[in-house]
């Protein structure tokens, strides 16, 4: 039986786990790939066997033998190379964020329902296996109704550079780039409550502290501090319909003693801890319980991570299951973020 033929748009840093995910499908071939940066495209497509290295994404989407593309490049062609690709009939993985604004979501959206092809958001902590765990916890009525969450990214110095600090090709700082994950992790987990509204407060005051030495971070594949555009620290409170909050804190730089990660869920019955250990806590016969799940990985284990989120891709794009990630999804989340910018920039809470 042939292969389907995948091909990968963006051959920078986070391109690696896709290229490796893939090249680990049994019933996926990567046929094709594409990189502003012919060198970086041509040394990716070498390594992982590629017949086909493009600079220009609109000649990889014209091959007619494509199924489906991952978009691993910058947030401000996520939106256009996404509705190129479905209207020439691919399946789409982007990566998070979906794009940079509400509208462009939207109409992403509308191309999605349009062309009737899937898209899959690159909302990789959904297809963790703490997340996959907990999530059985949560819809079996462990932790009754979550009505409190509380997510950190601090990181104390990791402002990637390149075009992650120029708000032109990000959107944003910490925010769009960190808080995309813990947002949609908490919101996905407390069952996508309608947002209400969110009130948020961004940051510029250490810029991204390239002097420092001696301490190692993620980089863009062209790194690069000399522009830095983006905020480097934020906090927000987002409220939805049904009562519940979510308050949220992430950082590109700080003067914190170290890097924090952390995701917690409080309900009726019980609650849990998905960052930094999975934990679930109960209360049985008038005694509360710290439960340890005994699991291989009871944090967010990177590569299995985007090994599932790559396999519900293409299991999703033949019809066999339902993606986890959808763009409908993809949308929400960008107002989340979009509102935590607009409320800062105003100084008030945004009503949703
Ligand atoms: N899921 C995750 O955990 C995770 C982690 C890191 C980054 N990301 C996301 O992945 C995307 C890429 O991030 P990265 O860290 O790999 O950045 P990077 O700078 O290392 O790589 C991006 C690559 O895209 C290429 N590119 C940009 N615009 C292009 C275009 N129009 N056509 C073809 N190539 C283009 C660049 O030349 C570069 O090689 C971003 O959207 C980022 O938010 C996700």
Redesign the pocket.
């Known amino acids: 039986m042939s292969k389907i033929k995948i091909g990968i748009?963006?051959?920078?840093?986070?391109?690696e786990?896709h290229f490796r995910a893939y090249s680990h499908h049994p019933e996926v071939e990567i046929y094709a790939v594409?990189?502003?940066?012919e060198e970086?495209?041509k040394a990716k497509a070498e390594a992982y066997g590629a017949a086909k290295v493009f600079?220009?994404?609109r000649d990889l989407l014209a091959l007619p033998d494509i199924h489906g593309v991952s978009?691993?490049?910058?947030?401000?062609?996520?939106a256009?190379?996404s509705i190129a690709a479905l209207e020439a009939g691919k399946h789409v993985l982007v990566?998070?964020?979906l794009c940079q604004t509400v509208a462009e979501a939207l109409k992403v959206e509308e191309t999605v329902r349009r062309t009737g092809k899937l898209l899959q958001v690159?909302?990789?902590?959904r297809y963790g296996s703490n997340t996959e765990i907990l999530k059985k916890f949560i819809d079996a009525g462990d932790l009754g109704e979550i009505y409190y969450a509380k997510a950190s990214c601090l990181r104390r110095l990791g402002n990637?550079g390149?075009?992650?600090s120029d708000i032109k090709?990000?959107g944003g700082g910490p925010v769009?780039?960190l808080g995309?994950?813990i947002i949609d992790i908490c919101w996905y987990l407390m069952g996508k409550p309608k947002v209400k509204s969110v009130s948020a407060n961004t940051y510029n005051r250490l810029g991204n502290r390239s002097n420092v030495e001696h301490l190692d971070f993620?980089?863009?594949?062209?790194y690069n501090a000399a522009l830095n555009t983006v905020e480097d620290m934020a906090n927000a409170l987002i409220r939805f319909e049904n009562g519940a909050s979510l308050m949220v804190d992430v950082s590109f730089t700080l003067h914190a003693k170290k890097d924090e990660l952390a995701v917690k869920l409080y309900g009726d019955k019980g609650g849990a801890e998905l960052e930094p250990e999975l934990a679930i806590i109960a209360e049985k016969y008038d005694t509360i319980l710290n439960v340890a799940p005994q699991v291989d990985h009871p944090s967010f284990d990177?590569i299995a991570g985007?090994q599932q989120e790559i396999n519900y891709f293409i299991d999703s794009s033949l019809g066999r299951t339902e993606t986890r990630s959808p763009v409908e999804d993809g949308v929400e989340v960008m107002k989340i973020l979009c509102a935590i910018y607009e409320s800062a920039a105003q100084g008030r809470e945004i009503e949703l």
């Open positions: 748009i963006g051959a920078g840093s986070i391109s786990q594409c990189d502003l940066n970086r495209a600079t220009d994404y978009i691993c490049t910058w947030n401000n062609s996520h256009e190379i990566e998070k964020p690159g909302f990789v902590r990637p390149g075009w992650f090709r990000s769009i780039d995309v994950h993620y980089k863009a594949a062209d990177f985007f």
